[in-house]
């Protein structure tokens, strides 16, 4: 099992200046299959337990990755002792197939994700940008706020989780100030980030407590049917995501909503579409099998450099 402390590391790093994670984002809104195999996620729902398997392969040419993750993502009670999603990264070698590395892919899945948000903050928030409000307070509530925390400089950080005690909990293990909020409106009034990062299926976040020009990075809400954010806001916002196909067939905030989707962050990291950073943005993440699969490599890398 590879330790999180390598993960973490890596792609913080990684999300500072162009990554890897920017260039195979950009390659793969590209659409060239010589250089990029990247097909939606197949999901096998569990609805009798409120879960699913997702099985995420990518093929990344000039990289010479080749890679699946398979996962697992549970709605679970407040204080389940086990994680909603739970993870395996392979890498195989690409001229032979065989099998290179089996990775816990617990941190890569949050690390790569707070990662990518981080990159739609970049790109996407209001010039003056002075309070981020996280709401949700799991493992991609706690990798965003590292992440943002250390890329940007905000005044203050707000947070919202369904349980007060579990945000108490939360802000309890940092060493910078955060305020815990009551209500979801309590703490987006006057954001000028947010990140959603829950497991609701119905909307919790709605447009008319949006500060306009607000960058929404929204995490959550993974299958047709869930939702993170109202119809107000997600027809309001100018909408990026990580994939057109993955967010036509698994985002309920798009399907649900009629939302236009107006460019992938490939496409704005390729240069084709802008960065309408004064418009209220929402960069809608479903998770992308090249990003697991780029995060594998550095960890890979890392370790057989150590060891
Ligand atoms: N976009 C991506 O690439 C990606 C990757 C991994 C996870 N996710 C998604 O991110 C979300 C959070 O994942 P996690 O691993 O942090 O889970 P987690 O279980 O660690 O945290 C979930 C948080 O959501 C809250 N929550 C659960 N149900 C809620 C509800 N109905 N209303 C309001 N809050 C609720 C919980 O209180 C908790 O704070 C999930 O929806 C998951 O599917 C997305
Ligand atoms: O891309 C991923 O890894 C995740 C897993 C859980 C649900 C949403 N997407």
Redesign the pocket.
């Known amino acids: 099992r590879l330790s999180e402390t390598l993960a973490i590391t890596e792609l913080q790093h990684h999300g500072r200046s162009p990554s890897t994670l920017e260039s195979v984002m950009g390659k793969f809104s590209k659409r060239d299959s010589s250089e990029i195999i990247q097909p939606v996620r197949s999901v096998v729902p569990i609805q009798q337990h409120s879960g699913f398997l997702g099985v995420m392969p990518a093929y990344l040419t000039a990289e010479g990755i080749l890679c699946t993750k398979m996962v697992a993502?549970y709605?679970?009670a407040?204080g389940s002792s086990l994680?909603?999603?739970q993870a395996t990264v392979l890498l195989f070698h690409p001229e032979h197939g065989n099998v290179t590395a089996i990775m816990d892919g617990e941190a890569i899945?949050?690390k790569r994700?707070a990662a990518?948000s981080a990159i739609s903050a970049k790109l996407f928030k209001p010039a003056l940008s002075e309070v981020l409000c996280i709401?949700?307070?799991?493992?991609?509530?706690r990798s965003h706020y590292d992440v943002f925390t250390k890329l940007f400089k905000f005044k203050e950080v707000r947070l919202w989780?369904?349980?007060k005690e579990?945000a108490q909990r939360f802000v309890n293990d940092l060493q910078d100030p955060v305020t815990v909020c009551s209500s979801v409106k309590e703490a987006v009034i006057g954001a000028d980030v947010i990140v959603t990062?829950?497991?609701?299926?119905?909307p919790?976040l709605f447009g008319e407590w949006v500060k306009p020009g607000a960058h929404i990075a929204a995490?959550?809400?993974?299958r047709p049917d869930w939702r993170e954010l109202d119809d107000v806001l997600m027809r309001e916002a100018v909408v990026y995501v990580d994939s057109r196909e993955g967010a036509t067939a698994e985002s309920g905030d798009i399907i649900l909503s009629g939302a236009e989707v107006f460019a992938e962050l490939g496409e704005v990291i390729n240069g084709s579409f802008p960065a309408q950073h004064e418009k209220t943005t929402v960069f809608k993440?479903?998770?992308m099998g090249i990003?697991d699969a780029v995060s594998a490599k550095l960890v890979l890398e890392k370790w057989n450099s150590e060891y």
């Not at 709401?135 to 509530?141: I, K, M």
């Not at 995490?219 to 993974?222: K, L, P, R, S």
């Open positions: 993502f709605q679970r407040e994680p909603s999603t899945t949050a994700t990518v709401l949700g307070s799991g493992q991609q509530a989780s369904r349980r579990m990062a829950t497991g609701a299926s119905q919790i995490v959550g809400a993974c993440s479903l998770g990003q």
